[in-house]
């Protein structure tokens, strides 16, 4: 089990969540954010720090953005080694799952 950055963080990327997690296991790609599935230690420090209320555990994801449990998980396929090892020592991934990359400018919309 993981927590999951859903769409409310499309173009915003507050980051409040980076800041507070301990293992550092939240990147950042070009329009949102991400959480490592397997570095993830599901310790929940992020979720009440995000202002707009993106990010869910992954049972608790809403129906409208289950696609997004899928786009966390497999963003990090998008990289040549898909466990980096720390957000913090790889700095912005200039990438985004196709789920983001297809959305318009300011996806973050919240319906």
Known sequence: MTYVIAQPCVDLKDRA???????DCIYEGDRMLYIHPDECVDCGACEPVC??????????L??????????NVEFFDLLDDTSP??????????????????LPEGGGSSD
């Open 17 to 23: 969540c980076v800041d507070e997690c301990p293992v």
């Open 51 to 60: 202002p707009v209320e993106a990010i869910y555990y992954e049972d608790d």
């Open 62 to 71: 809403p129906d409208k953005w289950a696609d997004y449990y899928k786009a």
């Open 85 to 102: 090892g720390g957000a913090a020592k790889v700095g912005v991934i200039h990438k985004d799952h196709a789920l983001i990359s297809a």
